[in-house]
């Protein structure tokens, strides 16, 4: 068993993909190879998981990815795309060029008042909620649940970037959007989609060779990859698992990946009966045991 932190803090999944390679191999030198190698990781984890098994052929026998980023650029759009469509919804507007403090008052004075309380909400509130659940995988179990848990946190990345400095901020994009909401709410796709503030993202920094730290993830697994994901999970949505597996299935590599549907609304919140199963169905797969 190894495990490092990184270089550098902040989210950097391609650094610590490359890094944890690097100890991989670090382990090789000084202890001889294993028979066989397994890399897990849990959210940003998770994201350097399927990173290593799509990146590095060879180094790993298989991967075990935890509520992770694992459509990797669409967890930025995503975030992105969450105060945008909480601005329309509300009615104001966020001053963005005027930076932080005047971002963070705008959400306190205004968008949250006209949302009311995720757990009380108005009827924009409700269809902002209802937004929101369309755009992170439809109706499912524990949505409700989810919701409250990540509604703090999910305006974080604009109101601590308003000005879009860092990478991740700059390579989102909510431009593709299609905002659905439930009918009788006074928000159809119609009158979001014609409404709500779009943001176009930097394209060199969603370029695989120029920017691969903020590159999307290619679905091209080199060896087998079991998901696991909560389905309330609205911190990082289950909707980016869906996406993934498109992306798998177009690379020809369906038969190398698993993904499991955890009913539960948290955030990396598994028991440790499904961790362990997990890991018992990842060691058995990739020691020549069947497909879980």
Avoid at 220 to 243: K, R
């Amino acid at each position: 068993w190894a495990s490092s932190s990184f270089s550098q803090n902040a989210y950097v999944a391609a650094l610590g993909a490359n890094e944890t390679v690097i100890l991989k191999r670090y382990f090789v030198e000084r202890f001889g190879p294993p028979t066989r190698t397994i890399i897990a990781g849990e959210s940003m984890g998770g994201h350097i998981t399927v990173l290593s098994i799509e990146r590095f052929p060879g180094e790993y026998d298989g991967g075990l990815s935890l509520c992770g980023v694992v459509a990797g650029e669409e967890w930025y759009d995503y975030l992105l795309a969450w105060p945008l469509v909480a601005e329309f919804i509300s009615g104001a507007e966020l001053p963005l060029e005027e930076g932080k403090a005047a971002v963070a008052y705008a959400l306190e004075t205004q968008v949250f008042p006209a949302l009311g309380p995720p757990e009380s909400p108005t009827l924009r509130g409700r269809a902002f909620a209802s937004v929101i659940r369309e755009l992170t995988g439809g109706p499912r179990p524990f949505f409700d649940e989810g919701f409250l848990e990540a509604y703090p946190f999910n305006f974080g990345l604009i109101s601590g970037d308003p000005g879009r400095e860092m990478a991740v901020t700059r390579a989102a994009s909510t431009i593709h959007f299609d905002y659905q909401a439930d009918p009788g709410l006074g928000f159809d796709g119609e009158v979001i989609n014609s409404g709500v503030r779009r943001m176009a993202p930097d394209a060199t920094l969603r370029d695989p060779a120029a920017h691969p730290g903020t590159a999307p993830t290619t679905g091209d697994l080199q060896d087998p990859l079991l998901t696991l994901h909560e389905t309330g999970d609205l911190t990082v949505p289950i909707s980016l698992e869906m996406s993934y597996l498109e992306k798998v299935e177009a690379a020809g590599r369906g038969d190398l990946l698993v993904q499991r549907a955890i009913r539960g609304a948290g955030h990396c919140e598994f028991s440790d009966a499904e961790l362990v199963a997990a890991w018992q169905a990842i060691r058995t797969w990739v020691g020549g045991g069947p497909k879980p």
